[in-house]
């Protein structure tokens, strides 16, 4: 009897013992990202017509070994600016709008399980941003995005726009996790708001403060992931808010565990330090789907209690993973159309045209456009930009695609009242981004920086080539030896007019710039933000692109020639220099 009761007492006690230790559990999870993949789902260049490296289709091949790791512990996450980019984007878009949306389809087809809004997806317009948002079949998010009139309102998801979320909730393998969603609130310095209609846009710090509080306060995940489609640092500083956030957020509101960002096209890696002395891990994939973003998270749990939280991050490059034939198959009916679009020919080409050349002085590239943006508005000046870095259409045939590389970005054209002054104020400040001020024959005539050879939107410059305005319609200097607001001298127009500083003259440009795009008008010219509607006189309902190819397909043929209406001087010193920097820039 004494036997049984110690044994007994025995087994009672090895029970109290096991019971009372305290039951871990660790998980394992992987968060990858994609960012401004700008249409690049296929391995196909619909504008250059050849094959390319990295898109969704090899991302995706990376995406399903993952997938075999981690199972349903894996989180798909895409930052945005996916519905403009590739021709095959505006032909979704625009031209078999009443199918559903190529980047919806692709989204679904992939199973992303969050979607972030990113300024180049509001620039299609409502129409298709309201369609697309409908179709993608995982939540989209956009905590900054709200209705008008509620700005800066309390936190209530039922003030974010319509169709949209200000984060999402996941669940995997018991681990709650909260993704919050920004965009760049510079959108109203570039884009028309005709286009935004309805909509207002929050300082991402001030919004993320609130809705962090928010999230801890309603949901109490274990890990809170920001989906910033806004770069680091830099870009447009106003009063109310910087184009660039990431940085500021990750140090001013604590909470975060990770965040993910993009917009800016480069690779970041690092970890930032917030306000509580907390290290947050902040990665940027760059765009076009070369590479993905991805997180590994190890959680620990000790009798239910997150005790512990390990994560790692890395940017993996997936340019030459292997193409997902089995995705290639399912969307090759879409490319054989998109295809067929893009070989249709428009006109035809006497001479080659280059982006490159629009650098060092007068271009047939840009002339071109300046020419037909004249013939086709009836204004005095034209005002524009050379849209990529290096670019060449070719002599003979023009097709569909080759629009696409005349004029990269569904912008309107618009026609603004403009006064002398201004518009050379507005050229002083393009040329003071572009152009060196020269002490010597031997400096730099174009300011260089090596260190954005990287950056495709800069690519060796020190500011974006997209703001580098030209002017065609009146004839003028740009003297390198005369410091900033002091280069240009416009002599006269190109007609043999007069050129008044103090006389109105119609200016068209496209609607990136007559918006405040670029900060020429404003800060440039002078012209209040607040009054350039008022300045508008005309502008089209659908993009440029179109109405150039309608142009160019009335015409037939086109010699396209520079104007020669202005020069860098002084030559002798400008010409060696202009070109030491060619080579720096393009090589021999």
């Given at each position: 009897m004494k036997k049984r009761l110690l044994t007994t007492i025995t087994l009672v006690s090895l029970l109290l013992t096991v019971t009372a230790q305290p039951a871990t559990k660790t998980v394992r999870l992987k968060i990858i990202e994609t960012s401004d993949v700008h249409g690049?789902?296929?391995?196909?260049?619909?504008?250059?017509?050849?094959?390319?490296?990295?898109?969704?289709?090899?991302?995706?091949?990376?995406?399903?070994?993952?997938?075999?790791?981690?199972?349903?512990n894996l989180l798909l996450i895409d930052n945005g600016d996916i519905l403009q980019g590739q021709p095959c984007s505006y032909w979704s878009n625009f031209v078999v709008s009443e199918e559903e949306n190529l980047a919806a389809s692709v989204i679904n087809y992939m199973k992303y399980d969050v979607e972030a809004v990113g300024n180049h997806d509001v620039e299609p317009g409502h129409k298709v941003y309201d369609k697309w948002i409908?179709?993608?079949?995982?939540?989209?998010?956009?905590?900054?995005?709200?209705k008008e009139g509620y700005k800066n309102a309390e936190a209530r998801p039922s003030h974010v726009y319509t169709g949209l979320q200000p984060y999402s909730v996941h669940y995997k393998d018991g681990v709650k996790i909260c993704v919050l969603g920004l965009l760049t609130p510079a959108i109203p310095n570039w884009l028309n708001k005709s286009i935004w209609k309805g909509i207002e846009f929050e300082d991402m710090v001030s919004s993320a403060k609130k809705w962090v509080k928010y999230i801890q306060e309603t949901e109490r995940p274990d890990l809170l992931i920001g989906l910033f489609h806004s770069g680091l640092n830099g870009g447009i500083e106003t009063e109310e808010y910087n184009e660039d956030e990431t940085e500021l957020v990750a140090k001013e509101v604590a909470g975060f565990d990770i965040i993910f960002f993009g917009h800016d096209h480069q690779v970041h890696q690092e970890w930032i330090t917030n306000s509580k002395g907390q290290k947050v891990l902040c990665l940027d994939p760059t765009c076009h789907a070369k590479n993905v973003a991805e997180a590994e998270i190890e959680l620990t749990y000790k009798n239910g209690h997150l005790t512990k939280k390990d994560i790692k991050g890395s940017i993996v490059n997936i340019e030459n993973e292997e193409i997902d034939q089995q995705m290639l198959a399912h969307f090759q009916p879409k490319i054989d159309a998109v295809k067929e679009y893009v070989s249709r020919k428009i006109g035809y080409f006497e001479q080659p045209i280059y982006t490159r050349e629009s650098f060092f002085g007068n271009s047939a590239f840009t002339d071109l456009i300046h020419n037909l943006q004249l013939q086709i508005s009836k204004a005095d000046i034209s005002l524009n930009a050379p849209l990529s870095f290096n670019t060449t259409i070719k002599a003979g045939d023009v097709t569909q695609a080759d629009m696409f590389k005349l004029y990269r970005y569904e912008n309107l054209?618009?026609?603004l009242r403009m006064t002398g002054e201004e518009i050379r104020k507005h050229l002083e400040y393009s040329y003071d981004m572009w152009t060196?001020?020269?002490?010597?024959?031997?400096?730099?005539a174009l300011r260089l920086n090596e260190a954005s050879?990287?950056?495709?939107?800069?690519?060796?410059?020190?500011?974006?080539?997209?703001?580098?305005?030209?002017?065609?319609?009146?004839?003028?200097?740009?003297?390198?030896?005369k410091p900033d607001g002091q280069k240009v001298r416009i002599?006269?127009?190109s007609n043999g007019q007069p050129f008044d500083e103090k006389k109105w003259y119609k200016v068209v440009m496209n609607s990136y710039r007559a918006n405040g795009g670029g900060e020429l008008l404003t800060r440039g010219a002078g012209i209040p933000k607040d009054s350039l509607d008022s300045r508008v006189i005309w502008n089209t309902d659908l993009d440029q692109r179109h109405y150039l190819t309608e142009?160019?397909?009335?015409?037939g043929t086109v010699n396209p020639k520079p104007n020669n209406n202005w020069r860098f001087v002084p030559e002798e010193w400008v010409k060696p220099a202009l070109e030491r920097d060619r080579k720096i820039l393009f090589g021999q």
């Open positions: 690049h789902f296929f391995p196909w260049d619909f504008m250059e017509g050849k094959p390319i490296k990295g898109t969704l289709t090899r991302a995706n091949t990376y995406i399903n070994k993952q997938r075999q790791q981690y199972g349903d409908r179709e993608v079949r995982c939540p989209v998010i956009g905590a900054n995005i709200v054209m618009f026609m060196n001020t020269m002490t010597s024959p031997e400096d730099h050879k990287d950056d495709q939107q800069r690519t060796g410059f020190q500011y974006y080539t997209f703001n580098f305005d030209s002017a065609a319609g009146i004839d003028y200097e740009v003297d390198l030896t002599l006269k127009m142009e160019i397909h009335r015409l």
